[in-house]
């Protein structure tokens, strides 16, 4: 069973809309949580990367949550545009060295 | 900073053949890199990890002699797909660990290279 759940498995959105990805974890110990986002064709490209004292980090419009408590994070995407149309993958570290625990993604289209 | 390469970006070759692949760190120094594949609408797949002078260390199911892998600089990692069939045909991924970082286990990714096997 894969130890990084992200749902939904794909949506569509419309130009200017919000959305948020979920993504929930088993890892442990846990160091810290990821999202990168992936052009079709492309490799990963980190949006955001928090530790377990971090609740919240920003990067533009990208927005992400972490409650490690309750193992899970989301990704805010705000007034979607077209480009935003790609792979969004959350990744969790078990320790400063420790091998990525990769989650199946969430494919987010942006329509106009 | 933190720009990672791979070259070829896409390959196509014949079944039986060899083909390899780089992986440069441009900006700064590796001792770590990883390689990693991806198949359509899958999530990446850790398949070995390389140290820069040792040798790598494969991940379960991923056959050694098969996809062979040389780090020998701080800033190159080369994986060769020997005797490639179609079912090798994939995306790679690469990915590459700052040495000078010793938190956060940050790993920068290269663009991917598509490999197709006829």
């Known amino acids: 069973k894969n130890q990084v759940e992200q749902s939904p498995q794909s949506l569509i959105i419309l130009e200017g809309k919000n959305c948020t990805l979920q993504?929930?974890?088993?890892?442990?110990?846990?160091?810290?949580l990821r999202w990168y986002k992936q052009d079709t064709g492309r490799g990963p490209v980190s949006l955001t990367i928090?530790?377990?004292?971090?609740n919240t980090k920003s990067n533009g419009r990208y927005t992400a949550t972490l409650d490690a408590d309750t193992k899970q994070s989301s990704l805010h995407i705000t007034a979607s545009q077209l480009s935003d149309s790609a792979s969004y993958i959350c990744?969790?570290?078990?320790?400063?060295?420790?091998?990525?625990?990769f989650g199946a993604g969430t494919q987010v289209v942006v329509t106009p | 900073g933190a720009v990672v390469s791979q070259h070829p970006s896409w390959v196509i070759c014949k079944s039986g053949t060899s083909v390899k692949i780089e992986c440069r760190s441009l900006?700064?120094?590796?001792?770590?890199m990883f390689w990693y594949r991806q198949f359509p609408k899958q999530s990446l797949m850790l398949m070995a990890t390389?140290?820069?002078?040792?040798?790598?260390?494969?991940e379960q199911g991923v056959e050694k002699d098969k996809f062979l892998i040389n780090h020998a600089s701080l800033t190159l990692s080369t994986l060769t797909v020997t005797s490639a069939h179609p079912e090798d045909s994939s995306f790679y991924i690469c990915?590459?660990?700052?040495?000078?970082?010793?938190?956060?286990?940050?790993?920068?990714f290269g663009p991917g290279t598509r490999l197709t096997v006829l």
């Open positions: 990915s590459a660990r700052d040495s000078l970082v010793r938190v956060g286990n940050e790993q920068f």
């Open positions: 993504c929930n974890y088993t890892v442990s110990p846990f160091s810290n």
């Open positions: 928090m530790t377990f004292s971090e």
């Open positions: 990744v969790v570290s078990s320790d400063s060295w420790g091998k990525l625990q």
């Open positions: 900006d700064f120094q590796a001792t770590t």
């Open positions: 390389s140290n820069e002078g040792s040798k790598a260390t494969y």
